[in-house]
């Protein structure tokens, strides 16, 4: 791809989740969680640190499994933050078990991926970006969420947040309209 979205530059990695992830639609309730959680660490950081650091989050974070992350104390948060592999922050480590228990109550209420796909229709928002100056970095929709998730005991998940997440898990295709991908996002999104 010659003319892909020039925000993940020229690292293979950026690159290979530009073309095989980002925008995608995720409808895997713990796949959505996890990518949200992702995007909260990622705050004041470069998104290329978070996914370098991605595999080693998994691991010290037991596969995003909300259950047991909802279950752990103080001890755990020692363990995270003496964790080189992932980024040590006490207040998004502390977040993040305050996150799983409240992805647990929405999930038990009414299943995450329908709590937050509900929002955009069921339906991924196909906008038409020509350039990254066309590319909000908080709209309408992500600030309900934000407000939403708030309410509902989440944390690190303000608007702007949120808004790289529905990027991210394909709730909004903002791939620019001369990127290759765009096309094959928008079909994509017709079928979910």
Same mark, same amino acid.
């Given at each position: ?9 020229? $690292? ?63 001890? $755990? ?116």
């Amino acid at each position: 791809m010659t003319d892909r979205c020039p925000w993940c530059g020229t $690292d293979p990695l950026y690159i290979a989740y530009h073309d095989e992830e980002w925008g995608v639609p995720e409808r895997d309730p713990r796949a959505l969680w996890e990518k949200l959680i992702l995007e909260g660490f990622q705050a004041g950081l470069s998104w290329i640190t978070i996914l370098k650091k991605r595999d080693n989050f998994r691991r010290s974070f037991a596969g995003f499994d909300p259950a047991m992350i909802a279950s752990w104390g103080e001890g $755990d948060v020692a363990r995270l933050m003496a964790d080189p592999g992932i980024v040590r922050h006490r207040g998004k480590i502390e977040g993040t078990i305050r996150s799983a228990r409240a992805y647990l109550a929405v999930e038990e209420r009414e299943g995450f991926a329908g709590y937050l796909w509900k929002h955009v229709g069921h339906h991924p928002v196909q906008n038409a970006p020509r350039s990254m100056a066309d590319i909000p970095a908080e709209t309408p929709v992500s600030q309900a969420i934000s407000k939403q998730l708030k309410a509902d005991g989440f944390t690190f998940c303000g608007p702007t947040i949120v808004y790289a997440f529905l990027q991210a898990a394909g709730m909004v295709n903002d791939h620019l309209v001369t990127c290759p991908a765009h096309a094959r996002i928008r079909a994509l999104g017709e079928t979910a």
